[in-house]
C-alpha cells in the first residue's frame, strides 16, 4: 500500500483513525495501530509480515538479554549476535545478487545469481531495530519489556516503508503514553497533506522530465540537456523523498508521536557538510552516532571512519556500484572541508560557496541516478562537455529548449519550494503577534490545503503506481 494513493487516503486511512480515536485505554490503542500497520505492510507482499515478525521478537529478546546479562561478557554477545542476524538479514535479501555477480566477475566462475525479491522497507527497519539495540547496551533509553509495544515501534505503519529512521529514544514516552489534541489532528493532517503535494503534483511530474531524458541511451544528448535534465533529478529526489518524509511526520502527530524531521531545505546549503546536515538527518545521524566513533583495528582513525561511513551511506543505498562511488564521492568532498577547515570557508564569498555546493551535488546526483556505469561515464561526458569531442554530440539541443519551456512553471516553482520561502511566509502570519494576520493565516493555510488536497484527489483518479523512490532502498 502506497500513501499517494485515493484508498489509503479516503478509506484506510479514515477507519485507522476512526478505530483509533474510538480505542479508550493505551494498549487498546497500540492494538489498533500495529494491526493496521501489519496490514499496510502485508498489502502488497504478506510473505515478508514474517520477516517483520522475526525482526521484532529478534532484537527485542535482545533488549532483555542486555538488562539481565548488564555489565558481563553476555551482555556484549547479546548485542553482537542481534547486530549479526540483523545485518546478515540485510545482506541476503539486498545484497546477495550483487555480491555473487561481483564474484563470479573477480574469480571467473558461473554460480547462480540468487533472485530474492528485496522486502519493502527492510533496510529503515532494520536500522531501527540496530539503533535500538546499541542504546539498550548503552544505557540511553531502557528496554522495552512489553513485545507488543517494541513491534509498535518496528512496524509503525507512517514511518516503516521509507523512514524516516526513528529512534527508539524519540517515541520511547510516546509508546505508552500519548494524547492526540485537535491541534495534533489539524497540523498532522495539514502535513500530510503537504507531503503529499510535493509527491502528486510536483515529484510525478519531474519524474516524467527526468524519464524523457534519462529513460533512454544518453550518448549524444546535448550539454546543457544533461545539466538541464540533473537538475530536474535532484529536484525529484527532494520533492519525493522530503514529501514521503512530511507525510510519516504528519502522520504520527495525527497519532501522538512526534518525530524528528528529516530534512531542512539542503538546497540552502552553502557547503557539503551542511547540505549532509540538512538532507537525510535521521540517516546522517544513525551513522554518525554509531559508527563514525567505532574504534577500527582497536584505535580510533578519524578519516579512515570517515570513509567507512560514506562507503556505507552509499551501500545503504542500493546494491549497486555506483551507490558506493556516490557515497565515497561525498565523503571526498566532506573530508577536503574538514581538512580545509570551517574559517577558511567561511571566507569564501557566499556566491561562491553556492556555485561550489550545488555543483557538487548536482554531479553528486548524476552518479545516484545510473546504475548502469557505461551510462555513467557517459553522463560525466556529457555534463563535462567532453562528449562534443568524443561522440560529436551538441552543446545545446532544441529538445531541451522545448521541454524547459514546456515545463518552465513547474520547474521554476519546484525550485522556490525547494528553498524555505514557504516556512518563511507562514512565519510572517502565524508568529507575528498579530490576531488579525494569525487568524488570516490560519484561514488561509487551511483553505490552500484543501485546495492542494482536491488537486492531489484529480491527479491521482487516473494513476495507478505512485510509489516513492525510497521505498527500494
Known amino acids: 500500500m502506497v500513501f499517494a494513493d485515493l484508498f489509503f487516503i479516503y478509506c484506510f486511512l479514515p477507519l485507522c483513525l476512526i478505530c483509533y480515536l474510538l480505542a479508550r485505554s493505551i494498549p487498546a490503542k497500540n492494538g489498533v495501530l500495529v494491526v493496521f500497520s501489519l496490514v499496510f505492510y502485508a498489502w502488497g507482499e504478506p510473505l515478508w509480515i514474517l520477516l517483520l515478525l522475526f525482526s521484532s521478537l529478534l532484537n527485542w529478546a535482545v533488549g532483555l538479554v542486555i538488562e539481565r546479562t548488564r555489565g558481563t561478557p553476555g551482555a556484549k554477545a547479546a548485542v553482537a549476535g542481534g547486530i549479526i542476524i540483523d545485518i546478515a538479514l540485510l545482506v541476503v535479501f539486498k ?90 489532528l489539524s497540523e498532522g493532517a495539514l502535513r500530510v497533506i503537504v507531503g503529499l503535494s510535493k509527491k502528486v503534483i510536483l515529484a510525478n511530474n519531474l519524474w516524467a522530465v527526468v524519464d524523457t531524458f534519462f529513460g533512454k541511451d544518453i550518448t549524444g544528448l546535448s550539454v546543457l ?113 574538514q581538512k580545509l577547515g570551517k574559517k577558511r570557508i567561511k571566507k569564501w564569498p557566499v556566491w561562491w560557496k553556492h556555485i561550489y555546493s550545488k555543483l557538487v551535488i548536482l554531479v553528486g546526483f548524476g552518479i545516484f541516478y545510473f546504475e548502469d556505469l557505461g551510462q555513467l561515464g557517459q553522463f560525466f561526458l556529457n555534463i563535462s562537455g567532453a562528449a562534443m569531442l568524443t561522440s560529436g554530440a551538441p552543446f545545446f539541443d532544441p529538445v531541451t529548449w522545448s521541454s524547459l519551456l514546456n515545463h518552465l512553471f513547474l520547474v521554476a516553482g519546484s525550485v522556490v519550494f525547494s528553498l524555505p520561502v514557504l516556512p518563511r511566509v507562514k512565519q510572517f502570519f502565524l508568529e507575528s503577534g498579530n490576531s488579525g494576520l494569525y487568524i488570516a493565516g490560519r484561514v488561509g493555510s487551511t483553505v490552500l490545503c484543501l485546495g492542494l488536497l482536491a488537486v492531489v484527489s484529480i491527479l491521482l483518479v487516473d494513476t495507478t503506481n505512485n510509489v516513492f523512490l525510497y521505498w527500494r532502498f
Open 95 to 184: 545484497y546477495s545478487g550483487f555480491l555473487v555477480e561481483n564474484f563470479n566477475a573477480l574469480t571467473h566462475l558461473a554460480l547462480p545469481v540468487p533472485e530474492i525479491r528485496m522486502p519493502i522497507g527492510i533496510s529503515f527497519f532494520t536500522f531501527q531495530a540496530i539503533s535500538y539495540v546499541l542504546d539498550c547496551y548503552w544505557e540511553s533509553v531502557a528496554v522495552q519489556k512489553r513485545w507488543s509495544r517494541f513491534l509498535l515501534y518496528l512496524s509503525l505503519f507512517p514511518q516503516l516503508i521509507a523512514g524516516p529512521i526513528v529512534r527508539y529514544s524519540v517515541v520511547e514516552e510516546e509508546v505508552s503514553d500519548r494524547k492526540v489534541t485537535l491541534t495534533d
Open 225 to 337: 540537456g544533461t545539466w538541464y535534465t540533473v537538475i530536474v533529478y535532484s529536484l525529484y529526489v527532494y520533492f519525493d523523498f522530503s514529501g514521503y518524509s512530511d507525510i510519516a511526520i504528519g502522520l504520527g502527530r495525527m497519532f501522538g508521536f512526534h518525530f524528528d524531521e528529516n530534512f531542512r531545505h539542503p538546497f540552502a546549503c552553502k557547503t557539503i557538510a551542511e547540505f549532509w546536515q540538512r538532507w537525510h538527518i535521521s540517516l546522517g545521524s544513525f551513522f554518525r552516532d554509531y559508527l563514525l566513533y567505532v574504534p577500527i583495528f582497536g584505535k580510533n582513525r578519524k578519516y579512515l571512519s570517515l570513509f567507512l561511513v560514506w562507503f556505507c551511506t552509499g551501500i545503504w543505498h542500493g546494491a549497486a556500484w555506483n551507490y558506493i562511488i556516490w557515497g565515497l564521492y561525498f565523503g571526498c568532498f566532506i573530508f577536503f572541508e
